[in-house]
């Protein structure tokens, strides 16, 4: 049968009660409920408590374990989490039965991963065993408790609303044996039939791949992206709580953002590299190899077709969307650089050591410029080794953010000299600018308190006045309201 297999965000997970009648059930009937494979991530927090905050690097048990030397400050960290899990699903079960099932799985999994911690811990006292070595499967190990305890109160929610739901879980769980990722999915879903029965599946999946060691908290896509690659899926679904648009609706106004409506793999890796994936750039190439579109829509607008992404160039050039980043300059200046080899090849063996993400780069002669997608601290080492290495170069970091106009067809629509203009017509100043052959993306160096007006008004020239000169606004153009 023809199936497609969806992911829900962690955001949205926190309010799966509210998408039961809607994204999952509304107006299909019988006929139309099955055929769906759902992935979903942990709910909205949980993963911060287990490994640390995303944003603000707040530790959380996984941080707290590998700090940790006599005291247990990891095991307050862990009850922690068991208390957030069940007020997690408390604010989403209504029935008594299915909260009681619930509590006993979270204390289940969380008192199991304290054992095994505990004895971890004990184990690596003995000067033979380090715990260094095994902090990647303490990693992941946490990891998959998030994903195994939204799966499974989903599917308890689901059954309970007459839904033949099934708790898949991929998180291998007192499983023995190594198996690949491939093999992992096929034999959880050796004998589950998607005609009849809706498979809710964890996001993380233990493998011998290890998935954290190169994505990190990425895993969650990686998983969705094969398991619709491997079973033949005709559309791989992700639900999130927006429309992808022209623009932060929040930045240049309710009812001026577009929504994007059909776009492609290429714009979907410009998102990326600016910090607003659509989807991680491996399971975008999973998908893309086996020529499995990708549709992203609003979780809770589930009548709207969102936005699909497939390979198709577009019908005429255009640009599709602006957005920002707040970047770090890194420049190198050495007078005698020009005319000698290995300068770039030394400072991105540094950057690659400290794990730094590279968003772009401009060099002339004598100087080097990398924008960087990092922390200040992690900067500061960086200097430190190049200096090391470089001793009479002049190396200097600056605050900056970078715009960019994205599209799959940029060509003969002047994006770089218009948008200079524009931004120049508000007052403001653009520090660099680059364009590549390609013709998918612009990118506007400008100082931090810029980035807002400059996108704005980057939008209002190459979206906005393009949209008011069209007679007709299709459908893929609706516009976008803003967040509340």
Known sequence: MTHTVEKIGGTSMSRVNELVDTLFTGGRGAAGLYGRVFVVSAFGGITNLLLEHKKTGEPGVYARFADAES????????????????????????NAGDVTQADAFVAERIEGARNCLIDLQRLCSYGHFRLAEHMLQIRELLSGLGEAHSAFVTALLLQR????????????????????????????????????????????????????????????????????????????IIHKEFHLSSA???LVGAGVAKKLGHTNYDVADQMSNMGMEAIHPKAAKTLRQADVPLR???????????????????ESPAVEMITGLDIIALEVFEQDMVGVKGYDASILEVLTRHDVRIVSKTSNANTITHYLD???????????????IYPNAEISARLLSMASAIGRDLKGLSVLTRGLQA??????????????????????????????????????????????KQDNTSKADKPIKAAA
């Open 296 to 314: 992203v829509t609003n979780a809770f607008e589930p009548e709207d077709p969102g936005t699909l992404i497939d390979d198709k160039p577009a």
């Open 71 to 94: 005291d247990h400050g990891w095991h307050e960290a862990l009850s922690r989490v068991g208390d957030e899990m069940r007020k997690a699903h408390e604010a989403v079960l209504e």
């Open 248 to 250: 932060d609706p929040k």
């Open 161 to 236: 609303g007459g839904v033949n739901a099934r708790f898949v879980d991929l998180s291998g769980w007192r499983d023995e044996g190594d198996v690949t990722l491939e093999e992992r999915i096929s034999k959880a879903l050796e004998d589950v039939d998607p005609a009849t029965e809706m498979p809710i599946v964890t996001g993380y999946a233990q493998c011998v791949e290890g998935l954290m060691r190169e994505f990190d908290r990425g895993y969650s896509e990686v998983t969705f992206s094969c398991l619709a690659a491997l079973t033949g899926a005709s559309e791989a």
């Open 423 to 468: 931004i120049a017509d508000v007052g403001l100043a653009s520090l660099g600018a680059s364009q590549g052959p390609r013709n998918v993306d612009v990118q506007f160096i400008v100082e931090r308190e810029d980035l807002k007006p400059v996108i704005s008004a980057l939008h209002k020239v190459l979206i906005e006045d393009k949209s008011a």
């Open 374 to 388: 990092t922390s200040l601290t992690v900067l500061k080492r960086v200097e430190k080794d190049l200096a090391r």
